[in-house]
Every structure is written in structure tokens, then in C-alpha cells.
């Protein structure tokens, strides 16, 4: 359980977004500049120039973690003899310490299984076959496990599904992912969560989705249709159905694609009809049906520019409920600062306002953005999911609504993990958890594109530099224990506190002795 790869995401995108109020913390760009690389802060022409050139001097900063030994078998060691005689000898040896040989493989030149005497460890046998002068090596019998983080679905594997695992296939750049195989080791499965995709409705009968749906406890049906009051969301478009492929196809199963999640329930509101157009009154109506029906997570890949009091209404009472949205920003090429664009611009903290990134990490030519009303970007072209043609068919889609489903499915993963996390914190730990990109700085709050993996395993390191009391909110993994360490150098580190994280991740540090220091930086290493 203990993540490590945690060092090289201390400093890596998960910085707090200053530009938003409610972080305790605050740096001094310049200072650490001059104090780490001797910059000098003239230099830099802009604050972002600056933020940037921090980033550059942080990710250098990766610290080695030390690496625990892996799980091996109580009672077996691996010898190998140094010839056949030696290793006849060798089996007498064993015999007369009370070591029993469980297998010898003749056809690797003697290799022995050997289950140490009562009383010994693995340790001491290994050991006492060394000093025998018998043996080549011996060693533990390493348990090793299944690469479970990579599902057999046959369209990731031939890596169409190049937002989950971006390796620079067709044209694209190496690591432009959500970082999926690395989130699923530690999570796959949201099999608690529903996640209602209020849009065209979905096909149930599809391989790769129906074994995820939601199903009515009254009648076995997986959704709503508003446009007939019934419980028949058959999908006439293939906008829904494709979005409910991103966030949970059927993951690992031999077919099609994976999900976001692997394991979900994709409750199908329908209101949109054939050719993808509806109204707020049956939209609404959708949304009151996810909230009644246990929704946690709503996915609105729509809108316009028209703000609807009875829309953000029906937003209200789904906040009040617990229910996270994730909204696209809409396909306009418009900048959502100036032109609104409901539901995603709608000023909620339980709304996620989401724009389209290309396998490269650009925007999407057509998403919109908003520096301040776009939250995040996430991967919204050459999507490849499930179409409502066919029970076993897939099609390639674009656009912000496959961006807002990415979020959408990430939102399940987060709210299985954390059941209880307060929707204010979940966002935030979403947006902390961007990817910064450059070409994403002036479109969106965090500039940065979504990624898999970090919402749900990284401790989020936070720094401080002042002479002031320094207040931490860290994220970790929760109920793991982290050792926070500071540094005024950070070369050396001095561990401060250890902690056992909260239910949702969270703990929060005070750092007392800060006041004594001219400059403090923070860590979060994971225990034993
Ligand atoms: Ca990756
Ligand atoms: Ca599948």
C-alpha cells in the first residue's frame, strides 16, 4: 500500500492553486528563487513566469524514497549449488541442520526449494547455506503479483484508449494520459457509487456496459426518461452511451474498453432525444430522479448560454444531497469568462467545469476555456467508447462532453475511496491534482490537466516560506501513516510529526517551530 512513487509527486502538479482563496499556506516565488538557484527575481518579468520557473526548480527536487523489502515466503529459501557434486553435499548439509529440500530442478543445473529447520528464518538459512562454500546463491522465495492495472480489453491494449495510458502511439505525446494503470493499483472499482449521465439515455443491452448499470430496486430498469415519465432510457443519439463507455465500461472483462472505473453503476437519465437536443424542464427532471435514486455524481455534457434559475436550482439540491457534478465547458471555442455557459458556469463547489485536451496536451481547437471559469482540462479527442448502434459496437467521439465524462469517472473512484469527503474538498483535491501544462496556463483556473492516479494516491505536498506559523493541509493516503519533514534546504530533512490521515485523506499540520526559520519547505513520507 505504501505508494512509491510518492516522491516524484511531491512537487510534481501538486503545488496549491494560490490564485484561490482558502489555502492557509503562501510562498514568496522570490525568495525561494534567489535562495535555491540564485535567480535573481528581476529576472522574471511575470508572476507566471516566476510560478513556471518554481515548477522547473521543484520537479528537479525528486528525493529517493527508501524501498521496503517485498513479501516473500515464511518457510521456503532458493539455493543454488555451485555444481552437482556440491549440491549432493549440499542436500546432506540441509539434512543434518533440519532443513527439508522440497523440490531440486535438474534442468537448471540443481537449483533447490529448501523449507529452513523449525526454528530458523529465512535469513539464517540463507546465511548458513553462504558460509557452507557450497552454493552460488541463495535467496527468498519473492512473492510476486498479477499486473492486475492493466485490463485485457482489447482496445486499451492496442492502446486506442490513449487517455489512460498515453505511451506516444499515433502522434502522441508520451505521458498526455490520466496515468490510469498507475490510479488502478490502487483502485479500480467505484462498485458503490452511482454516477448518473443525465444526457440521450444509454443502451442497456450493450456488452460492455450493461453489467455496470444501475438497476432499480423497484423494477430492474437502469434509469429515467423524461421525455416519456417512464423507466425506458433507451439511447436514440449515442451521445449518452458513449459518455457511460468512458466513465464505466466494464473494465478487464476481454471486450471493448475500460471505464474510467472497471466496476460502477451508470444510472441513464434521458431527456436529450434523437438528434441530442432537450429541455431544462426534463433535464431537471433527470437530475431530481439521480438525487432521489442515490446519485453521487451527475455527468452534464451540455447547456448554454441562458442562466436557468430552475436548473441551478435542481444544482442547489443536488449539492445539499452530496452529489459532485462534472460539467462541459461546452464546444464553442469560447472563453467562459466573458460568455457564460450553464451548467458549467454556474458558481457552485460542487461543480467541476471541464475543457477538452488533445493527446498531446493542447486544448482541443474547439473547447472552450476560462481562466476563471474553466477549472480543468482533461482528454477530449479521438475518444474511443461504446456506441448505441450495436450491443457490441464502439465509435470515436470528440469534444468536452468525453472530457467531462473523464472527471466524471475520476469523481466515482474519488467519492468510493473517500465516501464521506465533503464536496469542497473533493474539488479541491481534484484541481490540486492537475498535470501543469503550459498550453494550459491562460485556459483554465489550475492550467493543468486532469490526472487519474493523483486524485487518489498522493500525498499533496505543501510548502511554506515565511516567518510566520505555517498551517499545512496535506492529502494522503487515508488511514496510512506519513512522517512530515522540513527542510531549509531541502537537502537535508528533519522529520517534524508523524500522523495517521483521516477518512478522507486529510491532515492538517502546524509547524510551531517556523517562526525560528528563515525559509521552510515540507514533506509527507510515508511510514512503515
Ligand atoms: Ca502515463
Ligand atoms: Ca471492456
Known amino acids: 500500500?505504501?505508494?512509491?512513487?510518492?516522491?516524484?509527486?511531491?512537487?510534481?502538479?501538486?503545488?496549491?492553486?494560490?490564485?484561490?482563496?482558502?489555502?492557509?499556506?503562501?510562498?514568496?516565488?522570490?525568495?525561494?528563487?534567489?535562495?535555491?538557484?540564485?535567480?535573481?527575481?528581476?529576472?522574471?518579468?511575470?508572476?507566471?513566469?516566476?510560478?513556471?520557473?518554481?515548477?522547473?526548480?521543484?520537479?528537479?527536487?525528486?528525493?529517493?524514497?527508501?524501498?521496503?523489502?517485498?513479501?516473500?515466503?515464511?518457510?521456503?529459501?532458493?539455493?543454488?549449488?555451485?555444481?552437482?557434486?556440491e549440491g549432493r553435499a549440499l542436500?546432506?548439509?540441509?539434512?543434518?541442520?533440519?532443513?527439508?529440500?522440497?523440490?531440486?530442478?535438474?534442468?537448471?543445473?540443481?537449483?533447490?526449494?529448501?523449507?529452513?529447520?523449525?526454528?530458523?528464518?529465512?535469513?539464517?538459512?540463507?546465511?548458513?547455506?553462504?558460509?557452507?562454500?557450497?552454493?552460488?546463491?541463495?535467496?527468498?522465495?519473492?512473492?510476486?503479483?498479477?499486473?492486475?492495472?492493466?485490463?485485457?480489453?482489447?482496445?486499451?491494449?492496442?492502446?486506442?484508449?490513449?487517455?489512460?495510458?498515453?505511451?506516444?502511439?499515433n502522434g502522441g505525446m508520451p505521458d498526455a494520459d490520466l496515468d490510469a494503470p498507475e490510479a488502478w493499483e490502487v483502485t479500480h472499482a467505484a462498485i458503490n457509487v452511482v454516477v448518473a449521465v443525465v444526457d440521450s439515455g444509454v443502451r442497456p443491452t450493450h456488452e460492455d456496459l450493461a453489467d455496470n448499470l444501475w438497476r432499480n430496486p423497484a423494477d430492474g430498469t437502469p434509469g429515467f426518461n423524461a421525455l416519456t415519465g417512464q423507466h425506458d432510457p433507451w439511447d436514440e443519439n449515442g451521445h449518452g452511451t458513449h459518455l457511460a463507455g468512458i466513465i464505466g465500461a466494464v473494465g478487464n472483462n476481454g471486450r471493448g474498453i475500460a471505464g474510467l472505473a472497471w466496476r460502477t453503476q451508470v444510472m441513464a437519465c434521458k431527456f436529450l432525444d434523437a438528434a441530442g437536443n432537450?429541455?431544462?424542464?426534463?433535464?431537471?427532471?433527470?437530475?431530481?430522479?439521480?438525487?432521489?435514486?442515490?446519485?453521487?455524481?451527475?455527468?452534464?455534457?451540455?447547456?448554454?448560454?441562458?442562466?436557468?434559475?430552475?436548473?441551478?436550482?435542481?444544482?442547489?439540491?443536488a449539492r445539499a444531497d452530496g452529489i459532485a457534478v462534472a460539467a462541459a465547458a461546452g464546444n464553442n471555442a469560447a472563453n467562459l469568462d466573458l460568455l457564460p455557459y450553464y451548467p458549467a458556469s454556474l458558481v457552485m463547489d460542487n461543480i467541476v467545469a471541464v475543457g477538452a485536451s488533445t493527446r498531446t496536451d493542447e486544448p482541443w481547437i474547439l473547447s472552450s476555456y476560462g481562466k476563471t471559469a474553466v477549472h480543468l482540462f482533461a482528454p477530449g479527442v479521438a475518444i474511443y467508447s461504446t456506441s448505441q448502434s450495436t450491443d457490441s459496437a464502439y465509435q470515436t467521439r470528440d469534444g468536452t462532453s468525453m472530457a467531462a465524462a473523464c472527471v466524471a469517472g475520476t469523481l466515482a473512484l474519488m467519492l468510493q475511496r473517500w465516501p464521506n469527503a465533503q464536496l469542497d474538498a473533493l474539488r479541491a483535491r481534484l484541481l490540486l491534482s492537475v498535470?501543469?501544462?503550459?498550453?494550459?496556463?491562460?485556459?483554465?483556473?489550475?492550467?493543468?490537466?486532469?490526472?487519474?492516479?493523483?486524485?487518489?494516491d498522493q500525498p499533496t505536498l505543501a510548502m511554506a516560506w515565511s516567518n510566520q506559523l505555517a498551517q499545512i493541509t496535506a492529502f494522503g493516503v487515508p488511514g496510512h501513516t506519513y512522517t512530515i519533514a522540513a527542510s531549509t534546504n531541502l537537502n537535508s530533512w528533519t522529520p517534524l510529526s508523524a500522523y495517521r490521515t483521516k477518512p478522507d485523506g486529510r491532515w492538517f499540520f502546524t509547524d510551531f517551530e517556523s517562526t525560528n526559520f528563515p525559509a521552510r519547505f515540507y514533506r509527507a513520507d510515508p511510514g512503515p
Open 1 to 85: 500500500m505504501v505508494p512509491m512513487r510518492l516522491c516524484r509527486n511531491y512537487f510534481d502538479g501538486s503545488l496549491p492553486d494560490f490564485r484561490q482563496s482558502g489555502y492557509p499556506l503562501r510562498i514568496s516565488v522570490d525568495k525561494v528563487l534567489r535562495t535555491i538557484r540564485g535567480v535573481t527575481p528581476s529576472r522574471m518579468r511575470t508572476r507566471a513566469t516566476r510560478a513556471v520557473s518554481l515548477w522547473l526548480v521543484i520537479a528537479l527536487l525528486c528525493l529517493p524514497t527508501v524501498a521496503l523489502p517485498e513479501p516473500s515466503h515464511p518457510n521456503r529459501v532458493l539455493v543454488m549449488p555451485r555444481n552437482v557434486a
Open 91 to 169: 542436500v546432506s548439509t540441509h539434512a543434518s541442520r533440519g532443513r527439508k529440500v522440497l523440490r531440486v530442478f535438474d534442468g537448471l543445473h540443481g537449483l533447490q526449494v529448501v523449507q529452513p529447520a523449525g526454528g530458523e528464518s529465512v535469513e539464517q538459512t540463507i546465511t548458513a547455506c553462504r558460509t557452507t562454500g557450497l552454493v552460488s546463491w541463495a535467496e527468498p522465495d519473492y512473492q510476486v503479483t498479477a499486473a492486475a492495472s492493466l485490463p485485457n480489453d482489447p482496445y486499451f491494449q492496442n492502446g486506442t484508449q490513449w487517455w489512460l495510458n498515453n505511451y506516444g502511439q
Open 278 to 317: 432537450g429541455y431544462i424542464s426534463d433535464a431537471v427532471e433527470c437530475i431530481e430522479f439521480a438525487r432521489q435514486h442515490g446519485a453521487r455524481v451527475l455527468n452534464l455534457s451540455w447547456g448554454n448560454s441562458e442562466f436557468s434559475a430552475a436548473l441551478s436550482n435542481a444544482l442547489a439540491a
Open 435 to 456: 498535470d501543469a501544462k503550459s498550453a494550459l496556463t491562460e485556459r483554465c483556473v489550475t492550467g493543468g490537466r486532469l490526472n487519474l492516479r493523483k486524485t487518489i
